[in-house]
């Protein structure tokens, strides 16, 4: 199994970035698919981005397209998602998340992060 954790949430102006890093643990990583999702107040979880195992396949919420860069380095044990352009609409809690099968929305991993807190503001 894999143990999640994520970092480098906080508070942004609109306009500026940030990037977000999930460390894992586990032997089992670098055959795991990872992901990240978020969850604003009042509203569902959200797909945000997804990696294979590989890092050769990607996949994007169509809201932040362009805006963000999910990637990983398997040796480090990690994922990362670089986050620029920030909206208002992008505060959120992430979350990181890994599973066997590749992320895509409607389809998340097993394994989940205690998320990070991100703030833009207007």
């Known amino acids: 199994q894999v143990q999640l954790v994520e970092s480098g949430g906080g508070l942004v102006q609109a306009g500026g970035s940030l990037r977000l890093s999930c460390a894992a643990s586990g032997r089992t990583f670098s055959s795991y698919a990872m992901g990240w999702f978020r969850q604003a107040p009042g509203k569902e979880r959200e797909f945000v981005a997804g990696?294979?195992?590989?890092?050769?396949?990607?996949d994007y919420a169509d809201s932040v397209k362009g805006r963000f860069t999910i990637s990983r380095d398997n040796a480090k044990k990690s994922v990362y998602l670089q986050m620029s352009s920030l909206k208002p609409e992008d505060t959120a809690v992430y979350y990181c998340?890994?599973?066997?099968?590749?992320?895509?929305?409607?389809?998340?991993?097993?394994?989940w992060g205690q998320g990070t807190q991100v703030t833009v503001s207007s």
């Open positions: 998340n890994g599973g066997r099968f590749r992320i895509v929305p409607g389809r998340a991993g097993a394994y």
């Open positions: 990696i294979s195992w590989s890092g050769g396949s990607t």
